[in-house]
């Protein structure tokens, strides 16, 4: 079965659902004048785990995937808990690098851990949860025509580092470092999300790749979204390894994943008050549909994944 | 590595925990007058699936043991979510099960779902997060000598149900119907929590076994225990498969896991005002051990676990 397949079949048995309809970044319940936001991710070695990775990163990035998907409901994280399938041939220092990292994500986060569970398992399995509260929610749906795109930092060096492991691209050690540094330890955008809490009308935090996130968004929101390419903040080491390898920087931008920048619309009479770095990439249409305008020529965006460019060999 | 071993390495590394330390049955965070307790728990097919519980129980029993340690800490459950690993190979039909026993649960507790997860996995993993809230927290910590030991509902036949099925033994249809009942589809006591909070003074849901539950209840309260054998609630089906397999029937009772039952320690003088249905099984002493008297002789209460009389062949 296909993963929405899947979402399909439970969505039928799943009558009850939070304060805020299932499908945004996080759940939400509203508790007096706040609302709690809580979200889980689930990492499972075979498929979410490139060997590069340290088991340090391993742990820390469990935490940044959690506390992101918060953070981009405009929320501060308040708490972390993690379950750990364990197989039995899995090193005690493999494990102690992933506690050392849970330890040291949840000392850059500024969170307590609040219950930890831990069990035997074939594969090494550690599904992470984080809490959230907010005044006011971000979610998906809230995008309004006019408003403008933002994107905080830059966006394509996680997949640009993911081809440069899995084609064995010889580059200079400067431009891998820049690369891998996304690929193995994103940060989550915390900071950035509190602050847009009262400002932005929604946002959500690149998971699955910015072309997928656009795309989410303007069917939630009930909105068109034009995105003009050469505004996208893509590094000269995304566009180094595009060019290696035949590849347009702009695709990878769109398609890589795992990003944790964060995607948000504001109205632009906000964006002067706005402290949050960004860079502006396009605009809410009325209407329907993803647009990306390059070089004057406006087509309909593909929505591309990292599967489309990350796993060809 | 022992499950102790790996949770010691964790400590060692995660010096951020909530409101309360970790070592209960969830963790907490106060939010200003209340307070926020979330726990997580991981059930993986290969270890903790008989093979006679459908599809439907398994989803039902993934809601329940965690709504079952909100309620032991008193709160009322206000949410669920949960992460699914799946193998390639489940059927459809199995996973529909799933959902469907998950969407039953969540309608017997009243509880929405927040968020849901799904991968790839080489095994079924479904890993279960509930959340809730309460004016006053039960702990395991808070017993004072004095106190009396109650436990709701019976103790011993989900063990006995265990027993039932790893030997092959032929019982009558009424017998195994209310073991298996309760091995199959326990329910937690979520109204009974509610109700203790503002009476009892510790807490704690019956998952690994009364034995084991009560020790960890004397230590982190520093207080010594006295359980009376023949006050156990033990039924008639537990007493007949003890008979027939040469066991004792305490013994059952003490061992048997997730149970979900509510062991809980209550100043005496509020046992009347009470409105929970309970045993008074014992006493909490001053000074530290955990003690069973039965035919007028007083020993020290062995630990005892599912894995020292469910796993025997």
Known sequence: MRESEIIDLFLRHLR???????????????L?????????????????????????????????????????????????????????????????????????ALDFYGLPVLSADTNEADDLIIDGIALGLTGRLLTRSGAKPGDLVCVTGDVGRALAGLLVWKHGLGVPEKTRKALYEKLLEPRARVKEGAELSGLANAAVDVSDGLSKELHLLARMSGVGIEVYAEKLPIRGEVTEVAGALGLDPVEIALASGEEFELVFTIPEPLLDECPVQCTVIGRVLEGAGVYITADGKRQEMPVLGWEHLGKAP
Chains 1, 2 share one sequence.
């Open 32 to 104: 007096g004048d706040r609302w709690l936001v809580a979200t889980n991710d689930m990492l499972v070695r075979k498929t979410d785990v490139p060997d590069i990775m340290t088991p340090e990163q391993v742990g820390f990035k469990t935490v940044t995937m959690n506390v992101s998907d918060v953070a981009s409901m405009g929320a501060e994280p308040v708490g972390f808990l993690f379950s750990l399938g364990i197989p039995p041939d899995l090193s005690a220092d493999y494990l102690e690098g992933i506690a050392r990292g849970i330890g040291e």
């Open 16 to 30: 009850r659902q939070g304060d805020l309809p299932l499908g945004d970044d996080a759940g939400a319940l509203r």
